[in-house]
């Protein structure tokens, strides 16, 4: 069911342009904190993810001045898209869940 869903999801262009417009994001912050901190492109990927997603174990950090204000207005732009694209995929999986006709279409 999970897979059927995630195919439904992905049929849809609205979908598909927020999971673009995510993986942008997530993609433009992995190589910004690749090459302004230094870091591997993994712990470039998850600081973007664990930022975004508001967890923030602190584990990692940004030293630069560059990647501190990139951090500040990458928070702001990001959080909202990363939140619309968990809530999107939360709501489409829970519609095809209690209306299994959707998952045909």
Same mark, same amino acid.
């Given at each position: $069911? ?5 195919? @439904? ?7 598909r342009?927020?999971? $673009? ?18 870091w591997?492109?993994?712990? @470039?990927?998850? !600081? ?12 990692? @950090?940004?030293?630069?001045? !560059? ?5 500040? !207005? ?20 829970? @519609?095809?869940?209690?209306?299994p ?5």
């Open positions: $069911m999970f897979f059927k869903t995630i195919i @439904s999801f992905l049929r849809d262009a609205e979908y342009g927020l999971l $673009m417009t995510t993986l942008v994001i997530l993609g433009t912050g992995t190589v910004v904190y690749h090459y302004v901190e230094g591997r492109w993994l712990d @470039s990927l998850y !600081f973007s993810v664990i930022t975004l997603t508001t967890i923030g174990y602190g584990d990692f @950090s940004p030293q630069t001045d !560059f990647g501190k204000i990139f951090t500040l !207005f990458y928070i702001l732009l990001g959080i909202g898209i990363i939140l619309t694209f968990v809530n999107t995929v939360f709501h489409h999986f829970n @519609s095809v869940k209690k209306n006709e959707k998952r045909l279409k």
